[in-house]
DNA sequence: CATGAATGAGAGTTCATTCAT
DNA sequence: GATGAATGAACTCTCATTCAT
């Protein structure tokens, strides 16, 4: 059972995600989190002393959802194509959520902040890792191109990481995401 | 011939590059200005009177000098092949010179400042464009592969914004980059 | 016996008096408190409301001992040169010790607390008359300089606080102080 | 000519002295300070960045002050008795003046800064010095006792240190203050 | 044009203190 | 009695911005 300062700490991630989403990292400031989650300063302060460990909180907690669902993917037995379908249609749905857009924040927390940068150079080399095994598996299938699979997967991370960032500017529909992402399967299919 | 304001106009720009790229666009103050470039307080606001106002000439900057560029070598009569060789190794170039890196502050610029967004659009569109008009080039060539030309420019271009920002975390060499580059040629190319 | 809530008292004096000694009188905190004692905020306050209130239970319990002490050696009917003696051999000890440095938060605690500033005059003059017994008891038995005994017994004082101040800049030894104690005897001695 | 940045500063030095003699060093704060001298929390700012920066100077001040007199009495020619006399009767004034009380302020500086530590130390040991230097002249001229004169020194000097601090419980009348001064003056003249 | 002293608004941070459990 | 979450006041510190020189 959660207890109340569980529920307290949820509460502050939540809305530090989304001031994150609207101004970027290094813009939201403890006030703003404080105004947004209803605390005062001092009871804000019991949970995060500042706005970077909420966003160290926020990326790692990305990351680990990430790698156990892909763990759980992977213990299946699914296909390389099965695979790749799934990360698709995840990253449909997930480019269309205002969540994809803490990819802003999350580079400039990189720029700023020492653990900010190890925290997203683990992030982007683990979404690397787990998109290499699927490429090295569909080659081993002949059902993918051929190619060094580390580099084929920094492209497919390239653009998944713009496409996260431009989300604020173009406002993509649905059709337009699908669109996008097919390529990367029109590039890995051979033939 | 530069007068001697012009001069300051150019020290400044550059100076707030160079913050820009290291801090992304909030983090950089007023007073970081005028401390990297020696000016006083009221020395620099006769030039600018915010860092947003830096940041549109820096973007306004490179918007204009691409579109330039494109034209001159439109102009020239290359093959659309010719012109994306063009693209592709202005972008090897680039994506190794610290000013790629500019794309972290420029994003978050678009979140805060209405302006902002208005120029980060711009910016993007006009570089999906000028690539649209590659594409449409060689797809009548018969040299690239179909598809709509500008869902075809904008993968292109989310992949270009994603390395740009991931630069500060990868350090990439020029074999990297341009392993990735000719990913572009590929995907485009027939056959 | 002791009950509980004596011992719990007696953690936090002896904790709070290492902090004042460390920090001085304002600068210690009910929170250095708590995490001196390993007490809870609410824990804490149920014995003491205020920093104020343990160096007021300090210091008092400092000059109940040294008055007990006092009336013990007159009960005992020693001459003024051995109540003399016994009281240097006393500073010889205390000065070599931490508590000494307490001195140095006592007189901030004069300053801001108008408590404070009567019990610290309390302490003071009690010192001045348990001394100005001894001294006046010595000029009755011929052996110490004349003079008003009261006067001298605050050159002593100041001897004394001074020493007790200066003790964390200096860290002297056991020579030192001795020598400097002993001073107190020649400067009273006769001849 | 002083600048008008000059007459700021030795204001807020003048303001800081009466603020640390009437509430010690910690419990004076920026913006007593800035109450204190009418100007506004960035104004003050740019001339100290911490009440520690400004007792530093106040007691290097006075530190420098006192080498100077002391060197300038001595290249006169003085005998160690004029010298001595001097020397009270400087004390005699300086102790009836509320800058003595700076005293309690600076000790409590030297606990809890390590700059103020040093500098603390540097001030004992320079008075020690220049009272070292007035006593072994007075041996050599056979007026003053004998014994090592850096323990005689130090001794005057925790009396010194002593009156200073207890200066602001008793409130010293001029008689009283000359009384205890010429214990000073019995104690090191022979015979 | 340029300087830098000064203002004042606002963010960061720390605690004394309370109170429901 | 004890805990620790929460409040709110006060303090530290930093800047954007202005303005007399």
Not at 56 to 75: H, I, N, P, R
Request: with cysteine; net charge negative.
């Amino acid at each position: 059972m959660p207890s109340k300062g569980d529920n307290t700490r949820n509460l502050i991630l939540e809305k530090a995600a989304e001031l994150f989403i609207q101004k970027g990292y290094s813009a939201v400031t403890m006030k703003d989190v404080c105004e947004a989650t209803s605390l005062s300063r001092g009871g804000l302060y019991r949970h995060f002393k500042s706005t970077g460990e909420m966003m160290a909180c926020l990326l790692l907690d990305e990351q680990q959802t990430a790698d156990e669902e892909f763990s759980a993917a992977l213990a299946e037995g699914k296909s390389a194509l099965q695979l790749l379908d799934a990360y698709i249609q995840k990253h449909d749905r997930f480019l269309l959520s205002p969540g994809s857009a803490l990819e802003v924040a999350a580079n400039q927390y990189a720029l700023l902040d020492e653990v900010g940068r190890k925290i997203n150079t683990s992030r982007v080399w683990s979404t690397v890792k787990r998109l290499t095994s699927i490429i090295r598996l569909g080659q081993g299938e002949g059902v993918f191109i051929d190619g060094n699979p580390e580099n084929i997967a920094w492209h497919i991370v390239f653009f998944i990481c713009g496409i996260r960032a431009q989300t604020v500017l173009v406002e993509p529909g649905a059709d337009f995401i699908h669109t996008q992402t097919d390529y990367i399967r029109r590039f890995l299919l051979k033939g």
